[in-house]
């Protein structure tokens, strides 16, 4: 009897130990035991560069997980996965990059993907290849990576990040579209903004330099001479009769800004400047572009919409234009919208 009545006892003061656990932890915002867990990812995606994680993320929704491989500042180009990034890549459930070269380092990887059994989506070469600049001109050209540059190009990628997420997953071929849509709407209005400040740069201000020929798709839409004193791939190294070609042509047409690149050295940028002065021609920085890389996560810069939207009211502010100091929507230097500061 002394034993059964212990046990109670004990019973007892277990429970009510529990109770005022529950009490203290719902006192500090913990949740209750019995509180829903947070429900599963759909699946699991990785992009390579931000600007295909954006749209993919854009499209897929709040219920598939999407992370980028390739962060703010680094040159995708030249990127090599490292041991850990091969992990990201081989527990994701379906692989997105870029292609058309961009991660050129990456070729090896893609590979060892496929044949894991995993699939591996190159969105930009899903779109119409009338749509693909090519560097030269002949059809056997490197062709052009850079398609973001063009937001009515990356309404074409969106879609095909659309057909991609219905090709791997059916039943949320619904939902994909919808967002596309959506998402689209938004890319397009990023273009009006574009096309408007763009064209109050005066015409004969209409050349862009910057560190590398990341924007011949920015150029062809808004009527902008494009110089890059590297080539489409940072890989090709400017040389000096590069250099000295660019310095006399921004001294004769008195060009008043060039550009540096977040994924870029500044090197060549700055032997443009000192060339340019030592021939009479002051010409500033105007500004450092997103090129191959978008901004820091958790910012504005870091979307899509806001690296294009930096881009382009930097460009018309430098080259003589007028733009909102803090562009499109007042956002420009802000979190982004639903991200902890």
């Known amino acids: 009897m002394l034993r059964q009545t212990l046990r109670i006892s004990l019973a007892l003061t277990l429970f009510a130990a529990a109770l005022v656990g529950c009490g203290e932890r719902e006192r500090a915002g913990a949740p209750a035991s019995d509180a829903p867990a947070a429900a599963e ?48 890549l081989l527990r994701a459930d379906v692989v997105f990059a870029n292609g058309l070269q961009l991660e050129g380092k990456m070729l090896e990887t893609f590979a060892k993907i496929a044949e894991s059994g995993k699939k591996v989506y190159f969105l930009a070469e899903r779109v119409n290849p009338a749509l693909v600049m090519r560097d030269g001109e002949s059809a056997d050209s490197p062709p052009d990576p850079h398609l973001w540059m063009d937001p009515l190009a990356w309404v074409a990628v969106t879609a095909a ?59 062809a839409r808004y009527g902008f001479e494009v110089v890059g004193i590297q080539g489409i791939s940072t890989e090709s190294e ?32 700055r032997a443009i400047i000192e060339g340019a002065r030592a021939k009479g021609h002051s010409v500033a920085i ?21 690296m294009i939207d930096h881009n382009v009211t930097t460009i018309a ?5 007028t733009a909102p100091e803090r562009g499109m929507a007042g956002r420009l230097g802000a979190p982004r919208a639903g991200a902890r500061e």
């Open 317 to 321: 502010r430098a080259l003589g234009g």
């Open 286 to 306: 105007g500004g450092t572009l997103f090129s191959d890389a978008m901004g820091p996560a958790g910012t504005y810069e870091g979307t899509y919409l806001g």
């Open 161 to 219: 990040a659309r057909d991609a997420l219905g090709d791997f997953d059916r039943i949320g071929s619904p939902t994909y579209t919808r967002h596309a849509d959506e998402y689209t709407e938004k890319v397009r209005a990023l273009h009006e903004y574009a096309k408007g400040v763009l064209s109050t740069v005066p015409p004969d201000r209409r050349v862009l330099v910057t560190s590398h020929d990341a924007f011949g798709y920015f150029g």
């Open 41 to 88: 990812p759909r699946f699991r995606a990785v992009a390579t560069v931000a600007m295909i994680g954006d749209a993919v993320r854009a499209v897929a929704g709040d219920d598939v997980e999407v992370e980028s491989l390739i962060g703010p500042g680094v040159d995708p180009h030249l990127f090599r996965p490292t041991s850990t990034d091969m992990q990201r």
């Open 238 to 269: 400017a040389g000096l009769r590069d250099i000295q070609r660019i310095v006399d042509m921004i001294v004769e047409r008195k060009v008043p800004a060039v550009f540096t690149e977040s994924t870029v050295s500044d090197r060549s940028i």
